[in-house]
Protein backbone atom coordinates (compact mmCIF):
# COMPACT_ATOMS: atom_id res chain seq x y z
CA UNK A 1 0.00 0.00 0.00
CA UNK A 2 3.00 2.54 0.79
CA UNK A 3 4.36 1.62 -2.55
CA UNK A 4 0.99 2.98 -3.98
CA UNK A 5 1.19 6.40 -2.03
CA UNK A 6 4.34 6.81 -3.71
CA UNK A 7 2.91 6.19 -7.26
CA UNK A 8 4.90 3.14 -7.85
CA UNK A 9 2.12 0.69 -8.69
CA UNK A 10 3.91 -1.53 -11.29
CA UNK A 11 6.26 -2.61 -8.08
CA UNK A 12 3.15 -2.65 -5.38
CA UNK A 13 1.40 -5.34 -7.21
CA UNK A 14 4.89 -7.46 -7.97
CA UNK A 15 5.15 -6.92 -4.01
CA UNK A 16 1.86 -8.49 -3.24
CA UNK A 17 2.55 -11.64 -5.71
CA UNK A 18 5.87 -12.33 -3.54
CA UNK A 19 4.03 -12.07 -0.56
CA UNK A 20 1.05 -14.04 -1.57
CA UNK A 21 3.79 -17.24 -2.39
CA UNK A 22 5.04 -17.10 1.09
CA UNK A 23 1.78 -16.36 2.89
CA UNK A 24 -1.33 -16.99 0.99
CA UNK A 25 -4.00 -15.76 2.78
CA UNK A 26 -2.58 -12.34 3.36
CA UNK A 27 -0.89 -11.65 -0.20
CA UNK A 28 -4.30 -12.89 -2.07
CA UNK A 29 -6.12 -10.21 0.25
CA UNK A 30 -3.46 -7.76 -1.22
CA UNK A 31 -3.87 -8.50 -4.69
CA UNK A 32 -7.63 -8.53 -4.17
CA UNK A 33 -7.51 -5.05 -2.51
CA UNK A 34 -5.13 -3.80 -5.28
CA UNK A 35 -7.87 -5.03 -8.50
CA UNK A 36 -11.42 -3.86 -6.56
CA UNK A 37 -9.58 -0.82 -6.29
CA UNK A 38 -8.06 -0.58 -9.44
CA UNK A 39 -11.27 -1.36 -10.84
CA UNK A 40 -12.89 0.95 -8.94
CA UNK A 41 -10.64 3.76 -10.31
CA UNK A 42 -10.54 2.38 -13.70
CA UNK A 43 -14.32 2.37 -14.30
CA UNK A 44 -15.93 4.69 -11.85
CA UNK A 45 -13.89 7.44 -11.20
CA UNK A 46 -12.21 7.87 -14.15
CA UNK A 47 -9.38 9.56 -13.62
CA UNK A 48 -6.52 8.05 -14.57
CA UNK A 49 -4.80 6.82 -11.41
CA UNK A 50 -4.42 3.85 -12.70
CA UNK A 51 -3.97 2.21 -16.37
CA UNK A 52 -5.77 -0.33 -18.02
CA UNK A 53 -3.24 -3.02 -18.14
CA UNK A 54 -1.90 -2.56 -14.52
CA UNK A 55 -5.59 -3.25 -13.49
CA UNK A 56 -5.22 -6.33 -15.96
CA UNK A 57 -1.99 -7.20 -14.69
CA UNK A 58 -3.22 -7.54 -11.38
CA UNK A 59 -6.19 -9.69 -12.15
CA UNK A 60 -3.85 -11.95 -13.61
CA UNK A 61 -1.63 -12.31 -10.99
CA UNK A 62 -4.55 -13.13 -8.38
CA UNK A 63 -5.84 -15.62 -10.70
CA UNK A 64 -2.38 -17.46 -11.38
CA UNK A 65 -2.67 -17.38 -7.58
CA UNK A 66 -5.96 -19.11 -7.74
CA UNK A 67 -5.12 -21.41 -10.57
CA UNK A 68 -2.00 -22.38 -8.51
CA UNK A 69 -3.46 -23.04 -5.06
CA UNK A 70 -7.24 -24.42 -6.28
CA UNK A 71 -5.92 -26.44 -8.81
CA UNK A 72 -1.88 -27.36 -9.61
CA UNK A 73 -1.06 -27.70 -5.80
CA UNK A 74 -4.21 -30.17 -5.10
CA UNK A 75 -3.26 -32.19 -7.81
CA UNK A 76 -0.60 -33.91 -5.46
CA UNK A 77 -2.42 -35.78 -2.86
CA UNK A 78 -0.78 -35.14 0.18
CA UNK A 79 -1.70 -31.53 -0.20
CA UNK A 80 -4.89 -32.10 -0.84
CA UNK A 81 -5.21 -33.81 2.21
CA UNK A 82 -3.55 -30.37 3.87
CA UNK A 83 -5.94 -28.47 2.36
CA UNK A 84 -9.03 -30.48 3.34
CA UNK A 85 -7.32 -29.98 7.24
CA UNK A 86 -6.89 -26.24 6.82
CA UNK A 87 -11.14 -25.94 6.11
CA UNK A 88 -11.85 -24.90 9.73
CA UNK A 89 -14.20 -22.95 11.11
CA UNK A 90 -11.35 -20.25 12.81
CA UNK A 91 -13.66 -17.20 13.79
CA UNK A 92 -13.59 -14.07 15.52
CA UNK A 93 -16.27 -14.21 18.15
CA UNK A 94 -18.50 -10.68 18.27
CA UNK A 95 -17.38 -10.31 22.21
CA UNK A 96 -13.93 -10.02 20.92
CA UNK A 97 -14.21 -7.83 16.97
CA UNK A 98 -16.25 -5.52 18.86
CA UNK A 99 -13.55 -4.28 21.49
CA UNK A 100 -11.09 -4.68 19.16
CA UNK A 101 -12.51 -2.19 16.28
CA UNK A 102 -14.86 -0.52 18.66
CA UNK A 103 -12.18 2.67 19.42
CA UNK A 104 -10.31 2.86 15.41
CA UNK A 105 -14.42 2.62 13.94
CA UNK A 106 -15.47 5.61 16.57
CA UNK A 107 -12.44 7.20 15.25
CA UNK A 108 -13.53 6.96 11.45
CA UNK A 109 -17.37 7.40 11.89
CA UNK A 110 -16.24 10.69 13.92
CA UNK A 111 -13.88 11.82 10.52
CA UNK A 112 -17.05 11.02 8.43
CA UNK A 113 -20.03 11.89 10.68
CA UNK A 114 -21.51 14.69 7.74
CA UNK A 115 -22.26 13.73 4.19
CA UNK A 116 -19.98 16.67 3.32
CA UNK A 117 -16.66 14.89 5.07
CA UNK A 118 -18.04 11.51 3.20
CA UNK A 119 -18.03 13.20 -0.02
CA UNK A 120 -14.37 15.41 0.84
CA UNK A 121 -13.01 11.83 1.84
CA UNK A 122 -13.98 9.92 -1.50
CA UNK A 123 -12.90 12.84 -3.59
CA UNK A 124 -9.11 11.66 -2.96
CA UNK A 125 -7.79 8.35 -4.70
CA UNK A 126 -5.75 6.79 -1.50
CA UNK A 127 -8.37 7.59 0.90
CA UNK A 128 -10.58 5.22 -1.37
CA UNK A 129 -7.86 2.69 -1.52
CA UNK A 130 -8.10 3.04 1.98
CA UNK A 131 -11.57 2.49 2.16
CA UNK A 132 -11.31 -0.50 -0.02
CA UNK A 133 -8.50 -2.13 1.91
CA UNK A 134 -11.17 -1.84 4.97
CA UNK A 135 -13.84 -3.44 3.18
CA UNK A 136 -12.19 -6.19 1.21
CA UNK A 137 -10.39 -7.39 4.72
CA UNK A 138 -13.58 -7.08 6.45
CA UNK A 139 -15.07 -9.05 4.09
CA UNK A 140 -12.75 -11.76 4.10
CA UNK A 141 -12.83 -11.66 7.98
CA UNK A 142 -16.39 -13.08 7.73
CA UNK A 143 -16.48 -15.14 4.99
CA UNK A 144 -18.31 -17.93 6.71
CA UNK A 145 -21.28 -15.99 6.43
CA UNK A 146 -21.61 -16.72 2.49
CA UNK A 147 -19.23 -19.90 2.13
CA UNK A 148 -17.38 -22.65 3.80
CA UNK A 149 -15.40 -20.94 6.52
CA UNK A 150 -11.70 -21.23 5.59
CA UNK A 151 -10.19 -19.93 9.02
CA UNK A 152 -11.47 -16.72 8.71
CA UNK A 153 -9.34 -15.65 11.81
CA UNK A 154 -5.95 -15.87 9.67
CA UNK A 155 -7.39 -12.55 7.85
CA UNK A 156 -7.21 -10.68 11.12
CA UNK A 157 -3.87 -9.49 11.42
CA UNK A 158 -4.63 -5.53 12.13
CA UNK A 159 -5.05 -5.42 8.45
CA UNK A 160 -8.31 -3.77 8.30
CA UNK A 161 -7.75 -2.37 11.77
CA UNK A 162 -4.61 -0.44 10.31
CA UNK A 163 -7.05 0.81 7.74
CA UNK A 164 -9.67 1.92 9.78
CA UNK A 165 -7.09 3.72 11.92
CA UNK A 166 -5.21 5.29 9.16
CA UNK A 167 -9.21 6.54 7.85
CA UNK A 168 -9.88 8.05 11.50
CA UNK A 169 -6.11 9.17 12.23
CA UNK A 170 -7.67 12.86 11.40
CA UNK A 171 -9.67 12.74 14.16
CA UNK A 172 -6.57 12.39 16.90
CA UNK A 173 -5.41 15.46 15.39
CA UNK A 174 -9.05 17.60 16.20
CA UNK A 175 -8.73 15.68 19.79
CA UNK A 176 -5.12 17.30 19.94
CA UNK A 177 -6.09 21.25 19.21
CA UNK A 178 -9.26 20.58 21.91
CA UNK A 179 -8.02 23.09 24.59
CA UNK A 180 -7.21 21.51 27.91
CA UNK A 181 -4.88 22.03 30.69
CA UNK A 182 -1.29 20.58 30.46
CA UNK A 183 -2.15 17.87 33.32
CA UNK A 184 -5.72 17.09 31.32
CA UNK A 185 -3.84 16.45 28.48
CA UNK A 186 -1.31 14.31 29.68
CA UNK A 187 -4.23 12.17 31.54
CA UNK A 188 -6.30 12.24 28.36
CA UNK A 189 -3.94 10.73 26.36
CA UNK A 190 -2.67 8.50 28.70
CA UNK A 191 -6.56 6.97 29.30
CA UNK A 192 -6.20 7.10 25.21
CA UNK A 193 -2.81 5.40 24.67
CA UNK A 194 -4.14 2.55 27.53
CA UNK A 195 -7.25 1.78 25.87
CA UNK A 196 -5.56 1.41 22.45
CA UNK A 197 -3.28 -1.05 23.86
CA UNK A 198 -5.63 -2.49 26.25
CA UNK A 199 -6.27 -5.64 24.06
CA UNK A 200 -2.46 -6.40 22.92
CA UNK A 201 -1.70 -6.41 27.28
CA UNK A 202 -4.70 -8.61 27.89
CA UNK A 203 -3.57 -10.83 25.21
CA UNK A 204 0.13 -11.34 27.03
CA UNK A 205 -1.25 -11.33 30.28
CA UNK A 206 -3.92 -14.56 29.13
CA UNK A 207 -0.83 -16.02 27.42
CA UNK A 208 1.41 -15.15 30.27
CA UNK A 209 -0.54 -16.81 33.10
CA UNK A 210 -1.14 -19.96 30.97
CA UNK A 211 2.47 -20.66 30.41
CA UNK A 212 2.57 -20.32 34.17
CA UNK A 213 0.53 -23.12 34.26
CA UNK A 214 2.08 -25.40 32.05
CA UNK A 215 -0.66 -24.78 29.07
CA UNK A 216 -0.89 -21.90 26.33
CA UNK A 217 0.92 -21.98 22.88
CA UNK A 218 4.54 -21.01 24.64
CA UNK A 219 7.18 -23.37 23.50
CA UNK A 220 9.55 -24.21 26.17
CA UNK A 221 12.78 -26.15 25.51
CA UNK A 222 14.42 -27.99 28.20
CA UNK A 223 17.91 -29.01 28.27
CA UNK A 224 17.56 -32.39 27.88
CA UNK A 225 15.61 -31.95 24.19
CA UNK A 226 18.05 -29.75 23.15
CA UNK A 227 20.96 -32.34 23.76
CA UNK A 228 18.59 -34.69 22.06
CA UNK A 229 18.12 -32.56 19.07
CA UNK A 230 21.81 -32.15 18.71
CA UNK A 231 22.43 -36.02 18.98
CA UNK A 232 20.33 -36.90 16.22
CA UNK A 233 21.37 -34.09 13.91
CA UNK A 234 25.18 -34.11 14.59
CA UNK A 235 24.98 -38.41 14.92
CA UNK A 236 22.44 -39.49 12.25
CA UNK A 237 23.48 -37.55 8.70
CA UNK A 238 20.92 -39.00 7.06
CA UNK A 239 17.35 -38.07 6.69
CA UNK A 240 15.10 -40.83 8.99
CA UNK A 241 11.40 -40.95 9.98
CA UNK A 242 10.95 -40.26 13.69
CA UNK A 243 7.73 -40.78 15.34
CA UNK A 244 7.60 -39.89 19.10
CA UNK A 245 4.03 -39.54 20.85
CA UNK A 246 5.09 -36.23 21.88
CA UNK A 247 3.68 -33.78 19.07
CA UNK A 248 5.53 -30.89 20.14
CA UNK A 249 8.50 -33.08 20.26
CA UNK A 250 8.12 -34.15 16.95
CA UNK A 251 7.16 -30.36 16.01
CA UNK A 252 10.38 -28.68 16.78
CA UNK A 253 12.28 -32.01 15.58
CA UNK A 254 11.72 -30.82 12.05
CA UNK A 255 13.48 -27.00 13.32
CA UNK A 256 16.28 -28.39 15.09
CA UNK A 257 17.58 -31.32 12.79
CA UNK A 258 16.93 -32.82 9.26
CA UNK A 259 15.01 -35.62 10.37
CA UNK A 260 11.15 -35.54 9.36
CA UNK A 261 8.05 -36.27 11.47
CA UNK A 262 5.53 -39.10 11.14
CA UNK A 263 3.26 -36.77 12.86
CA UNK A 264 3.62 -33.69 14.55
CA UNK A 265 1.18 -30.78 14.06
CA UNK A 266 -2.59 -31.62 13.27
CA UNK A 267 -2.78 -29.27 10.83
CA UNK A 268 0.01 -29.52 8.44
CA UNK A 269 0.66 -33.53 8.62
CA UNK A 270 -0.73 -35.08 5.63
CA UNK A 271 -2.87 -37.40 6.11
CA UNK A 272 -2.98 -36.63 9.95
CA UNK A 273 -6.02 -39.13 10.96
CA UNK A 274 -4.46 -42.07 9.39
CA UNK A 275 -1.06 -41.07 10.81
CA UNK A 276 -1.84 -40.55 14.31
CA UNK A 277 -4.39 -43.66 14.18
CA UNK A 278 -1.02 -46.32 13.05
CA UNK A 279 1.35 -43.74 15.63
CA UNK A 280 -0.96 -45.34 18.67
CA UNK A 281 -1.02 -48.66 16.96
CA UNK A 282 2.57 -48.58 16.71
CA UNK A 283 3.47 -47.21 20.67
CA UNK A 284 0.50 -49.29 21.83
CA UNK A 285 2.21 -52.65 20.11
CA UNK A 286 -1.00 -53.36 17.67
CA UNK A 287 1.28 -52.43 15.02
CA UNK A 288 4.93 -53.93 14.21
CA UNK A 289 7.54 -51.93 13.61
CA UNK A 290 7.88 -53.32 10.70
CA UNK A 291 4.55 -52.37 9.54
CA UNK A 292 5.79 -48.43 8.81
CA UNK A 293 7.34 -49.54 6.08
CA UNK A 294 10.86 -47.70 6.44
CA UNK A 295 13.37 -47.13 8.93
CA UNK A 296 13.06 -44.70 11.72
CA UNK A 297 14.21 -43.11 15.07
CA UNK A 298 11.05 -43.67 18.02
CA UNK A 299 11.35 -41.46 20.68
CA UNK A 300 10.23 -42.52 24.13
CA UNK A 301 10.46 -40.81 27.87
CA UNK A 302 12.98 -42.29 29.71
CA UNK A 303 11.31 -44.72 32.14
CA UNK A 304 8.71 -45.93 29.60
CA UNK A 305 7.65 -49.05 28.07
CA UNK A 306 8.85 -49.01 24.28
CA UNK A 307 7.17 -52.11 22.53
CA UNK A 308 9.64 -52.56 19.53
CA UNK A 309 13.24 -52.64 22.13
CA UNK A 310 13.61 -56.26 20.29
CA UNK A 311 13.70 -55.31 16.98
CA UNK A 312 15.24 -51.80 17.27
CA UNK A 313 18.32 -50.37 18.88
CA UNK A 314 18.55 -47.73 22.02
CA UNK A 315 20.87 -45.14 20.19
CA UNK A 316 20.49 -42.63 22.83
CA UNK A 317 19.14 -41.63 26.11
CA UNK A 318 19.47 -39.37 29.01
CA UNK A 319 17.37 -38.19 31.87
CA UNK A 320 14.28 -37.54 29.82
CA UNK A 321 14.41 -39.24 26.58
CA UNK A 322 15.54 -42.58 25.19
CA UNK A 323 15.67 -42.83 21.26
CA UNK A 324 15.59 -46.01 19.35
CA UNK A 325 16.71 -47.21 15.75
CA UNK A 326 15.04 -49.58 13.59
CA UNK A 327 16.64 -49.45 10.62
CA UNK A 328 13.88 -51.74 8.91
CA UNK A 329 15.16 -52.92 5.23
CA UNK A 330 17.79 -50.77 5.00
Not at 53 to 58: D, G, L, R, S, T
Request: glycine share 4%; with cysteine.
Amino acid sequence: MLLLYRNRPWLSALVAAVLALSHPFTGSAALLVLLAWGTLELIVHRDRIVSAPWVAFVAALLMALMVWHGYVLPQEAEHQSLMQQWKLPWLIELQAWLPAYAIVASMTAWRLRSCARIKAFFSLPMNRLLAVWAMVFLALENHELVMEPLQPAHFTRGYSWAALFLIGAPALLEFAQVPMKRMARVVAAAVFAGAMLLDNAGWFALRIAESRNGAGEGIWLSEDQLALYHWLEHQLPNEEMLITEDPQLAYLAMTYTHHRAWYSHWANTPFADRQLKEQRAYFSGDLAAAGLHHGHIAITRSGSVYSHQDSAERIFSNGSFAAYLYAGNQ
